[in-house]
């Protein structure tokens, strides 16, 4: 079976590299990430060049050596010895070949198959449109992302230092999906608005509509602020620059307000993406007091750059995320087009995420029941408590949890909270 798998694995890389080359209007996109990897593609600048599927190149990616001698009595292929590669020799007949080998799952997750297969055979129910939406951009990947990195410092290395004050995923890096997160109708809401936006970017630059794009999260940790900023990096196709604002102000407090401006520049550079400031009270707090010189310049950088920044004429969305929203003055509110709020979940919304949190596992625990036990419990602690209950069955030699596992997971967050609340003086 393992073997057949391989032999698949082979004829659509064949397939695909074939399709590509012979049909110009597909692009890199049209590829999966793993026909990109073994055909070597990492930059969508320049011109199109053919793509060849090289022995090595098999090897390294799918660790299959020697990978003519597996298709050796395969009718439809061709080995070239001048360079050690691999071809197609029909694209129809190994159409036909690749459908009636159990090929057809494999051609809806790949575009370029789909469209080919939808060509020249619209029986097959294959919507081109829909295998190209789910597949994973090139854009999004992080070869692109770096490469981009790259042409920027060769541009200007002054950037550097801006880059060493951020953290930088790219979508493909970042775990957390939409689809993981309970959003409120409100969320749901911003986000299609962002979405539109995004899709009407020269229009709304024509009317001159610029207050969109500059969110601030509030609420309590644990409810998923960080995890909605996260998570829309893939919705939107965009890389998210992770910056603590405790991380950038430096001992020297004059050097701050630079640290400021140079994230700032990472982000027009780095556009379009997402410019996430977590901690955000940490520098724009109540400035009411005889604060340090320096320290209120940080402030007063960090307001200007807020200014100066825009989805709609820099392509990069901004999000301030903070626990403590009673610390920021009015200067730092009326620079947020939206203020975004996250409340710890009620009865309804703690059963979803507890149920979205199981949903690989049988348990037969009524869930309401844990829903109704754990008032005041964050999305951060009921994945802590799910978890801990999935080790205390595996520490039983069990691999799904009972109602005494949960029981033991809402124990300890309740005593982890009791900690937190004692005074030792």
Same mark, same amino acid.
């Given at each position: 079976?393992?073997?057949?798998?391989?032999?698949?694995?082979?004829?659509?890389?064949?397939?695909?590299?074939?399709?590509?080359? @012979?049909?110009?209007?597909?692009?890199?996109?049209?590829?999966?990430?793993?026909?990109?990897?073994?055909?070597?593609?990492?930059?969508?600048?320049?011109?199109?060049?053919?793509?060849?599927?090289?022995?090595?190149?098999?090897?390294?990616?799918?660790?299959?050596?020697?990978?003519?001698?597996?298709?050796?009595?395969?009718?439809?292929?061709?080995?070239?010895?001048?360079?050690?590669?691999?071809?197609?020799?029909?694209?129809?007949?190994?159409?036909?070949?690749?459908?009636?080998?159990?090929?057809?799952?494999?051609?809806?997750?790949?575009?370029?198959? %789909?469209?080919?297969?939808?060509?020249?055979?619209? =029986?097959?129910?294959?919507?081109?449109?829909?295998?190209?939406?789910? +597949?994973?951009?090139?854009?999004?990947?992080?070869?692109?992302?770096?490469?981009?990195? =790259?042409?920027?410092?060769?541009?200007?290395?002054?950037?550097?230092?801006?880059?060493?004050?951020?953290?930088?995923? %790219?979508?493909?890096?970042?775990?957390?999906?939409?689809?993981?997160?309970?959003?409120?109708?409100? @969320?749901?809401?911003?986000?299609?608005?962002?979405?539109?936006?995004?899709?009407?970017?020269?229009?709304?630059?024509?009317?001159?509509?610029?207050? $969109?794009?500059?969110?601030?999260?509030?609420?309590?940790?644990?409810?998923?602020?960080?995890?909605?900023?996260?998570?829309?990096?893939?919705?939107?196709?965009?890389?998210?620059?992770?910056?603590?604002? =405790?991380?950038?102000?430096?001992?020297?407090?004059?050097?701050?307000?630079?640290?400021?401006?140079?994230?700032?520049?990472?982000?027009?550079?780095?556009?379009?993406?997402?410019?996430?400031?977590?901690?955000? !009270?940490?520098?724009?707090?109540?400035?009411?007091?005889?604060?340090?010189?320096?320290?209120?310049?940080?402030?007063?950088?960090?307001?200007?750059?807020?200014?100066?920044?825009?989805?709609?004429?820099?392509?990069?969305?901004?999000?301030? %995320?903070?626990?403590?929203?009673?610390?920021?003055?009015?200067?730092?509110?009326?620079?947020?087009?939206?203020?975004?709020?996250?409340?710890?979940?009620?009865?309804?919304?703690?059963?979803?995420?507890?149920?979205?949190?199981?949903?690989?596992?049988?348990?037969?625990?009524?869930?309401?029941?844990?829903?109704? +036990?754990?008032?005041?419990?964050?999305?951060? !602690?009921?994945?802590?408590?799910?978890?801990?209950?999935?080790?205390?069955?595996?520490?039983?030699?069990?691999?799904?949890?009972?109602?005494?596992?949960?029981?033991?997971?809402?124990?300890? $967050?309740?005593?982890?909270?009791?900690?937190?609340?004692?005074?030792?003086?």
């Amino acid at each position: 079976m393992a073997r057949d798998e391989e032999i698949l694995d082979l004829i659509e890389l064949l397939l695909t590299a074939e399709i590509y080359n @012979q049909h110009v209007h597909l692009n890199v996109n049209d590829l999966t990430p793993v026909a990109r990897e073994v055909y070597g593609i990492h930059s969508m600048d320049g011109e199109r060049t053919p793509v060849v599927v090289a022995e090595s190149a098999l090897q390294r990616v799918l660790g299959i050596p020697d990978a003519h001698l597996r298709l050796d009595k395969h009718p439809l292929t061709m080995y070239e010895e001048f360079g050690h590669r691999l071809r197609i020799t029909s694209l129809p007949a190994g159409l036909t070949w690749f459908v009636k080998n159990g090929g057809l799952p494999r051609i809806r997750k790949n575009p370029a198959l %789909a469209w080919y297969a939808h060509e020249q055979d619209p =029986s097959l129910d294959i919507s081109y449109a829909e295998v190209r939406e789910v +597949n994973p951009r090139f854009e999004d990947s992080r070869i692109y992302l770096d490469r981009r990195i =790259s042409r920027m410092l060769a541009e200007d290395d002054k950037i550097r230092s801006g880059l060493d004050l951020i953290i930088i995923s %790219a979508p493909e890096e970042v775990e957390q999906t939409i689809d993981d997160i309970i959003c409120s109708p409100d @969320q749901i809401n911003r986000i299609i608005k962002l979405k539109v936006a995004l899709e009407y970017l020269e229009f709304l630059k024509q009317r001159r509509v610029y207050e $969109i794009g500059k969110l601030l999260f509030i609420g309590p940790p644990g409810t998923g602020k960080t995890s909605l900023a996260f998570a829309l990096t893939r919705v939107l196709h965009m890389p998210i620059l992770e910056v603590r604002l =405790s991380m950038v102000t430096s001992q020297y407090l004059g050097e701050t307000s630079k640290n400021i401006d140079r994230i700032f520049d990472v982000a027009r550079e780095l556009s379009p993406c997402i410019l996430f400031i977590d901690e955000f !009270d940490f520098l724009a707090k109540s400035r009411i007091g005889d604060d340090h010189g320096a320290m209120k310049r940080a402030v007063n950088a960090l307001l200007k750059n807020i200014d100066r920044i825009s989805l709609i004429r820099n392509k990069v969305l901004l999000i301030g %995320a903070t626990n403590h929203p009673q610390l920021l003055d009015e200067a730092a509110w009326r620079r947020f087009d939206e203020v975004i709020p996250f409340d710890l979940p009620d009865i309804v919304t703690r059963e979803l995420i507890l149920r979205r949190l199981l949903v690989d596992s049988t348990t037969e625990c009524d869930i309401r029941k844990v829903a109704e +036990n754990t008032e005041n419990f964050s999305g951060a !602690d009921l994945k802590m408590l799910v978890r801990e209950a999935i080790l205390s069955a595996l520490i039983d030699g069990r691999t799904e949890p009972t109602c005494d596992d949960l029981t033991k997971g809402e124990l300890l $967050i309740t005593a982890r909270d009791e900690n937190k609340a004692r005074n030792w003086y």
